[in-house]
């Protein structure tokens, strides 16, 4: 397989595993890129120093490249900018915040600048501030999102039509089945979060991995859009969010309620009722707790299978 | 091409017309039909009387099968049920309602039935009823539509994964791209909407058609879910909705607001302000009006060249 996103990563297979806040660090990562995908060390949820020592692990466990997540709205993102810069990160993907502040300086170190965008606007902005690629993700797509509710089917071929430089799909990808599908509609690659998420190798509690593999249809939700809207299961903190809007809560009510360290809570310690539990809507189609290695060699077995199916058509 | 659903229905290509209120009366229906997909006929905004001319118009200007989709929370249902039943009317696809009721009655006659699911609990229902196919119709189609929001990228995996009867997706697909995406995700055969209510042969008002054209990215919303929800664009009535809702209004008064006739005088009579304006979210990528048999040929001709592509992937 050639494409321009495994020449731009030098990677073997188009699947990026998502970065992602408690669940994607360096064990994941490494995991990710020692199978041929790319694996990404999910910066939201660590402080510098953790940082610095997930990038540091994740080198001694992988000769493959492999990159970093940095959410741009963090009071840590300079801070994680110059640890990328000074450990030699080949690869950064920014999301949730202006790409035009952070691309060209990266860009100078030699490393490559993916940004993460959920509709047109912002991915001609990113594309008018220089990045390399985009991930485009659908309204499907689990954790911090966009407000236009487009789906992953619309998404992908509106940006394709608009935009020239290499695309990675998100939202609702989870096999090889839906890995093809997002190439036909136009991606060059996949970004997959949800599946890792209950990998041997995430970082997630076992709480919420099993909460994730017991998850049915309609069982995530995308709310809190009056502040920075997430996709989510529904649980025992969301009832509340539910009563907030039924009683008319404001957005400072609704800051309230989310309080600080919700995430953590419930990705990483395990509180299935007052958590957050960000996964993307195709929880309800996973099935096992299964190795990163594994998982990528079933995606890729089902992609080739799938292909030559079509073949046939 | 060989497939389920070609076999079933006797048609050449594996595309649905949308049965669609105000938009599909027998001109679209033959059109399609005469193209070498199947025509639908949407019995949702006709008289019985209407229904029967219709149906007989269609007969006279193709060879082909063609159907008629009935929503089942109408009052007509009863009638027109029996108005394609004594018009040999091949194939009913039934939506909005419990397919128990009637699908027995429509088979004992010949018919074929095929029914419209937004979840996985509707359709097992559907299957155990005895339905011929089903149409999967994920949260990015126009008009009524599911509460859960699964989109078509999720949705008909999961449906696959539970159901082995001859399954056709909707919601997204517009082009020769999306239709082989949605059968790399397990269809048989995809249902297309918002691109035929663009078509030359479509009853849809030249306002709405033309509006619809016009259309950006997050200008379609799913909204009503106190009563029927409905994917519509946003407009000065969708406004009123909102205010609505920003007031706390309860069913009774979307109900008044909604009032009737609402989708007749957006659709039909090209009031864009007032009127109801069922489309999906696939509009944003609709870029003129063509003849139904240009715009089966294009898509047919674009999904051959796609996987012809895949091929050499």
């Known amino acids: 397989m050639k494409n321009r996103i495994l020449d731009l990563f030098s990677i073997k297979y188009p699947i990026v595993q998502a970065g992602m806040v408690w669940c994607s660090g360096w064990r994941l990562a490494a995991a990710v890129s020692n199978s041929g995908g790319l694996g990404v060390i999910g910066a939201g949820s660590m402080s510098p120093d953790l940082l610095k020592e997930h990038v540091q692990k994740c080198r001694s466990n992988t000769h493959n490249n492999f990159a970093v997540n940095i959410p741009l709205f963090s009071k840590y993102t300079s801070t994680h900018i110059d640890i990328i810069i000074k450990e030699n990160v080949p690869i950064a993907f920014t999301s949730a915040g202006n790409p035009e502040i952070w691309t060209k300086k990266l860009q100078s170190h030699g490393i490559i600048v993916v940004h993460v965008i959920s509709n047109l606007k912002f991915a001609l902005k990113a594309v008018n501030a220089g990045v390399d690629a985009l991930v485009c993700e659908g309204f499907e797509a689990g954790g911090h999102n966009g407000r236009d509710e487009t789906t992953t089917f619309c998404l992908v071929p509106l940006i394709k039509k608009h935009v020239t430089i290499p695309m990675i799909a998100a939202g609702g990808i989870s096999c090889g089945k839906s890995m093809l599908a997002a190439i036909v509609l136009g991606a060059d690659a996949v970004q997959i979060g949800s599946r890792f998420v209950?990998?041997?190798?995430?970082?997630a509690h076992i709480n919420f991995k099993n909460q994730i593999l017991a998850s049915k249809e309609g069982d995530t939700i995308l709310t809190l859009k009056e502040?920075?809207?997430?996709?989510?299961?529904?649980?025992?903190f969301y009832n509340k969010i539910e009563y907030a809007y039924?009683?008319?809560?404001?957005?400072?009510?609704?800051?309230?309620?989310?309080?600080k360290g919700r995430a953590k809570k419930g990705m990483f310690?395990?509180?299935l009722d007052d958590g957050e539990l960000e996964i993307?809507?195709?929880a309800c189609l996973l099935e096992s707790i299964q190795p990163a290695s594994l998982i990528i060699q079933e995606i890729i077995n089902e992609f080739n299978f799938e292909k030559n199916r079509l073949i046939k058509l």
């Open 269 to 271: 310690l395990g509180d």
């Open 227 to 236: 502040l920075t809207p997430v996709r989510m299961l529904k649980n025992n």
């Open 198 to 203: 209950v990998s041997d190798e995430s970082s």
């Open 280 to 282: 993307g809507q195709v």
């Open 246 to 259: 039924s009683i008319k809560a404001n957005s400072d009510m609704l800051k309230e309620i989310l309080g």
